[in-house]
């Protein structure tokens, strides 16, 4: 059975929109099971460039230094999130279908031909560059496209979604390094692109756009600079993203830094994308309950303490690393659930696609120095001190969202009160 909802602007401002949401029923969950798919895929990929990256430092680009290999995987990240400044008011403008269905295409395709990859311009082009396009044209209309179904249990929706990355980190680095030992790179890439494939088909069957589609004039909206509330949520995500992408990239190489085995590190990627599934789909559940920047600045804040408690003094410890990847997964996974709905609340529903795009049209700078940056740091200072530079970014971003959740209360703060 469905509930409908319609949206409320009176905690974030806005005027009330005269859209009704199913909040459920057979559509919006298939919408929610299409998103799954396609994010398992993409957003799952960008969860295991870690093994990707530790492969190749091994393998085919074993004379570059990690934080020069690192770039291929920040450029991947960077255009999956730089792009969506210009796909989102295109999906205002024209839904979300034919948008998504170009994006598999390419997507797909520069799986299977980075199986032919191996000097560093193709890894570039192949995975950085047509991978990150396609996977923008993917990513963006799948976030925008929940808005159109779920007000309410929006928070709930987006983690379910989201989980399917979660899903993809946890089931393509043991698939990989199997499929490595048996098969080599070039197969390994033809049956990851196979697996794509079939999750991409059924994630373009299953979305469709409800509401009515608008043109918009530009790319970028400088008018949610003007708001506070946005440029506080913006700067929270930007030092957010760096934290995410580098523990995403870099835990196989600090586990081999640390004295542990390679295998080690295809295993921590595993488990910290299963603490970021639980993460993620807990996360977006309990914004539903106790609001949505509450949630994100309390999340932020626990994994900050987890980083100087845990990892920074016991991280040479294999029992204590796993079990703080674990954390950290669970930790820095509500980013990705909690960020979409955090900015649906600063805006309306149809122009969601354009606030959700300039967004992370300035954090995708962040999320593609993540990996390079910290790989260099890596080699440069040691573990330790990567460890408390990624603390101390994370603490920021806690800090962000708080003032983003002032901002929402008009400057007045309070404690009890569901943002």
Not at 226 to 245: K, N, P, Q, Y
Not at 288 to 296: L, P, S, V, Y
Request: one cysteine or more; aromatic letters at 16%.
């Amino acid at each position: 059975l469905s509930t409908s909802a319609r949206e409320d602007g009176s905690q974030t401002g806005n005027e009330e929109a005269p859209y009704e949401y199913p909040e459920g029923g057979l559509a919006a969950w298939g919408v929610v099971g299409g998103a799954f798919c396609m994010l398992s895929c993409t957003y799952g990929l960008c969860s295991s460039v870690g093994v990707l990256q530790s492969y190749w430092e091994i393998h085919q680009l074993k004379t570059y230094p990690s934080s020069t290999i690192g770039w291929i995987p920040g450029l991947l990240v960077f255009l999956n999130l730089f792009l969506g400044v210009q796909i989102g008011p295109l999906f205002d403008r024209y839904g979300p279908r034919w948008i998504m269905l170009i994006g598999s295409v390419l997507y797909a395709l520069s799986i299977f031909l980075l199986g032919s990859c191996n000097s560093y311009y193709q890894f570039i082009l192949c995975l950085g560059v047509l991978g990150g396009t396609g996977s923008a044209l993917i990513c963006t209309p799948t976030m925008a496209v929940l808005s159109h179904w779920f007000y309410r249990r929006r928070g709930n929706a987006t983690g379910i979604a989201m989980a399917g990355s979660s899903l993809g980190g946890i089931c393509w680095p043991i698939i990989l390094r199997t499929t490595f030992q048996r098969l080599g790179w070039a197969w390994s890439m033809r049956i990851l692109g196979f697996m794509f494939v079939f999750f991409l088909t059924v994630g373009n069957l299953c979305i469709k756009g409800r509401l009515p589609t608008k043109a918009r004039k530009g790319s970028i909206d400088l008018h949610c600079f003007t708001d506070s509330r946005f440029l506080w949520a913006t700067t929270g995500v930007f030092f957010s993203e760096i934290v995410l992408f580098a523990s995403l990239g870099l835990v196989p190489s600090y586990a081999t830094a640390q004295g542990f085995s390679s295998e080690t590190g295809f295993y921590m990627m595993a488990v910290l994308n299963a603490g970021s599934g639980l993460g993620r789909w807990l996360s977006g559940l309990a914004s539903d309950h106790f609001g949505r920047f509450n949630t994100i600045a309390t999340m932020m804040a626990i994994t900050t303490v987890f980083i100087f408690v845990l990892w920074y003094p016991f991280g040479h410890y294999l029992g204590v690393l796993y079990c703080f990847v674990a954390l950290l997964g669970f930790g820095t996974g509500s980013i990705l659930s909690l960020v979409p709905v955090c900015l649906g609340q600063l805006c309306k529903t149809e122009e969601f696609g354009k606030w959700f795009g300039t967004c992370y049209f300035v954090c995708s700078f962040g999320a593609m120095i993540g990996i390079p940056v910290g790989g260099q740091l890596l080699q440069v200072v040691g573990p330790s001190d990567l460890v408390a530079f990624l603390g101390g970014l994370l603490a920021i971003s806690s800090l962000s969202f708080m003032g983003a959740r002032w901002a929402c209360l008009g400057y007045s703060w309070e404690w009890w009160v569901k943002v």
